[in-house]
């Protein structure tokens, strides 16, 4: 299977790959649990409140903790492109 190069960002994901380290994880319990890219996405198109799909679209996209993304403010996101940023505190 060929690597996936994400639409938005020039990024190339081997799922393959990333599926054998979560299998890995799985077996260990000392590894961290985490969703993969489609898995997230499928998941934030069944949640039908905007503020919170864009809550969890945020901490996952950041990596920020829920304090931190809890207390962004409109001057914390810069959407200018060609590549928009969050300034986590």
Do not use: C
Not at 9 to 33: C, F, G, N, T, W
Not at 53 to 80: H, P, V
């Amino acid at each position: 299977m060929l690597p996936v190069q994400s639409p938005q960002l020039p990024v190339v994901i081997d799922y393959p790959a990333a599926l054998a380290l979560r299998q890995m994880s799985m077996v260990h319990d000392e590894l961290p649990k985490y969703l993969l890219a489609p898995e997230v996405s499928a998941l934030l198109h069944y949640v039908p409140d905007l503020r919170r799909k864009m809550l969890l679209a945020t901490l996952w996209n950041t990596g920020a903790r829920i304090n931190e993304a809890l207390a962004l403010t409109r001057g914390d996101f810069s959407l200018a492109p060609p590549y928009p940023f969050v300034q986590l505190a």
